[in-house]
């Protein structure tokens, strides 16, 4: 045996205690398992052997225990006092006692070495894998500074100081962001799992909520203090934002400390999410006035939150105020009725000089309109002549599931009605 393959082994040990961040008692445990693993291979049991670790040393004593017999019917466990006495040359045995005998490492051979530096390998492999997954399902909702090691189509590979991995798929990037090799981004760790029961697969996210929350509390200080409190926070990300805070000293004024001086708090965080809109607004319990500041600066006539938790939310609004409420693409009201968790529909008003005591029941042209269609119009809100003329004709058709000719025609007995 050569004496290299020790001495790699035994480096090994020294190794894998100094570099690898596992606990004393664990290492020990291992490398004893590991060791008896072997002996079982080779010996086919390791009932009757010890093993002794010492990780301080970066080595390890093997003893082979052999009772005393007569006649010996199992050589790895026996031996007769002659074998005793011509190995160790002591008259003192008598049968009935137990002889211990120390092995060395180069009784496992060459390739039994071997098995037990990639046993050992492997193992502690598993132990770092299971440990960075402990480690990071602590740290779920945290946020990550990395750099980017690779990216892909459709994910990006960051690694942490110790190398560990973090994957960031397309999905959890704000739409239009572009990474680079070696660019240090900030994210949420949002999700860790073991992949095929072996690898942990740690995910991290620019999307979530949570991010922007953890933005703020980076950035404001008074969040961090707990000063202020971030009561609810709802995205759609890289195209707007809304965060309601709530102060717990009056003398704090929560949207302009979170705004930061001529905005300098809150630009950073704007840059930071690819300049999304983020409208800060005190948070309160009060479901209608938290829709009016959430739709603000659109002016509300009236809200009717109607009779269930499930109902829409029906907002009114003057026709050159709906513009202002349902924001671009909608988001404005989408991430109002997020805020309040409820669907908010926005509907026209009509203007104050047209009076109710000048509109009509549409109960009123059974005569002339199927019942059918009145109950459609009736279920999305219209039950007056002028809330459905005040409609436009495709968003008639579309709300109540109508034809449009069904609607021309509906819309033609509306408007005879009114006319001189």
């Not at 606990?23 to 390791?46: C, E, H, N, W």
């Amino acid at each position: 045996m050569e004496k290299s393959n020790i001495i790699t082994l035994i480096d090994a040990f020294k190794d894998f205690k100094e570099e690898k961040n596992i606990d004393r008692p664990v290492m020990m445990g291992v490398l004893k398992d590991v060791f008896l693993t072997q002996i079982a291979k080779t010996y086919g049991t390791s009932d009757n052997f010890d093993v002794i670790i010492n990780v301080d040393k970066g080595n390890c004593e093997i003893y082979q225990n052999f009772d005393i017999v007569e006649e010996v019917t199992n050589p790895v466990a026996e031996m007769t006092l002659e074998q005793v006495k011509a190995e160790t040359g002591d008259d003192d045995y008598e049968i009935g006692d137990t002889y211990t005998k120390k092995l060395s490492l180069e009784s496992f051979g060459r390739r039994g070495i071997l098995n037990i530096r990639q046993n050992l390998q492997g193992r502690i492999m598993d132990i770092e894998k299971a440990n960075v997954f402990k480690n990071y399902s602590e740290r779920v909702g945290e946020l990550f500074t990395g750099e980017i090691y690779q990216t892909w189509k459709n994910e990006v590979l960051v690694l942490d100081e110790d190398s560990n991995e973090l994957r960031m798929p397309r999905s959890e990037q704000i739409p239009g962001e572009h990474f680079k090799k070696n660019d240090t981004i900030r994210a949420i760790i949002k999700s860790v799992e073991m992949k095929n029961n072996t690898t942990p697969y740690i995910v991290l996210s620019r999307t979530t909520d949570t991010f922007l929350e953890k933005l703020f509390e980076q950035e404001v200080p008074e969040i961090f203090d707990g000063l202020i409190t971030i009561k609810k926070v709802v995205r759609i990300p890289g195209e707007r934002a809304k965060v309601a805070v709530e102060s717990y000293d009056e003398r704090i004024d929560p949207i302009g400390a979170c705004i930061g001086v001529k905005g300098s708090r809150i630009m950073g965080i704007v840059r930071e999410l690819r300049n999304e809109n983020i409208d800060v607004l005190q948070w309160t319990n009060n479901t209608q006035l938290l829709i009016q500041r959430a739709l603000s600066p659109a002016k509300i006539s009236s809200i009717d939150l109607g009779e269930g938790p499930d109902d829409k939310i029906k907002v009114y609004m003057l026709s050159e105020e709906v513009k202002k409420g349902i924001g671009k693409g909608g988001c404005n009201i989408k991430l109002a009725g997020m805020l309040v968790g409820r669907e908010i529909e926005v509907w026209r008003e009509l203007p104050k000089t047209e009076t109710d005591e000048e509109d009509v029941l549409l109960s009123e042209f059974s005569n002339e309109i199927d019942q059918w269609i009145i109950d459609k119009l009736e279920s999305i809100g219209c039950d007056t002549a002028k809330s459905v003329l005040a409609l436009a004709p495709a968003d008639i058709a579309k709300r109540a599931d109508l034809e449009d000719e069904t609607v021309e025609d509906v819309l033609r007995i509306l408007r005879s009605e009114f006319e001189e």
